[in-house]
């Protein structure tokens, strides 16, 4: 139970999206990143002696790093530097040795809700959102960084900066993630065939 968080965070989600952009890479060595925080999460759930699990997950943590960094050369659009300052964040995993879990629980809430929006934003670029909304995203996106910054030190105002930043984000995915204009569009497309056959 007291490795549940860092199973489902890095043991978990964090090798499936090391896998994803392992793929989407192409390569032999990006995998090493997943494969990292897979021995790891079955270092924990072995319970094996030391810090052998936690300092796996942290060279995991690390490797898609370097991962983000050649993807960011390749293509250097907000959305996989967004990316990138999740997997920054979530390279914090080396304080897990030293033992500074409340650091690492936001840190961890960064990593994934960079990742998130980052793939979120580069999905609605098909949509061409206004420039505006563009400003309050890296807006939302440098409130979470100095949050994150900040948190690092225990600053109360470090974790305000999160919540804001974190409340921002799902303002900006409700009103411009492209899954709400996909969805509206089958409605209508099933409710047209439903009317037509009735007709």
Same mark, same amino acid.
Do not use: Q, S
């Given at each position: 139970p007291a490795a549940h968080g860092p199973l489902i965070v890095s043991g978990f #989600? !964090?090798? $499936? &999206? +090391? $896998?994803?952009?392992? %793929? @989407?890479l192409g390569g032999r060595w990006p995998y090493a990143a997943p494969l990292l925080t897979a021995l790891g !999460? $079955? +270092?924990l759930i072995a319970g094996l002696p030391g810090p052998v699990g936690p300092l796996l997950?942290? $060279?995991g943590s690390l490797g898609l790093l370097a *991962? =983000?960094? %050649?993807?960011i050369r390749r293509q250097p659009t907000l959305a996989t530097m967004t990316m990138a300052a999740g997997a920054v964040?979530? @390279?914090g995993n080396a304080l897990w040795l030293g033992a500074l879990t409340h *650091? #690492? *629980?936001a840190r961890w809430a960064g =990593? #994934? @809700?960079? &990742? &998130? *929006?980052g793939e979120r934003l580069e999905l609605s670029q098909l949509a061409r959102p206004p420039r505006w909304s563009l400003v309050v995203f890296v807006a939302a996106l440098y409130a979470?960084?100095?949050g994150l910054a900040l948190a690092v030190y225990g600053s109360e105002m470090g974790f305000q900066f999160i919540g804001a930043s974190m409340i921002a984000f799902a303002l900006w995915l409700w009103r411009h993630d492209l899954a709400r204009h996909t969805v509206r569009q089958d409605l209508r497309t099933r409710a047209h065939h439903l009317s037509s056959g009735s007709g």
């Open positions: #989600l !964090a090798t $499936l &999206i +090391g $896998l994803e952009r392992a %793929v @989407a !999460a $079955l +270092g997950t942290a $060279l *991962v =983000f960094a %050649v993807i964040a979530w @390279a *650091v #690492l *629980v =990593f #994934l @809700a960079l &990742i &998130i *929006v979470l960084l100095i």
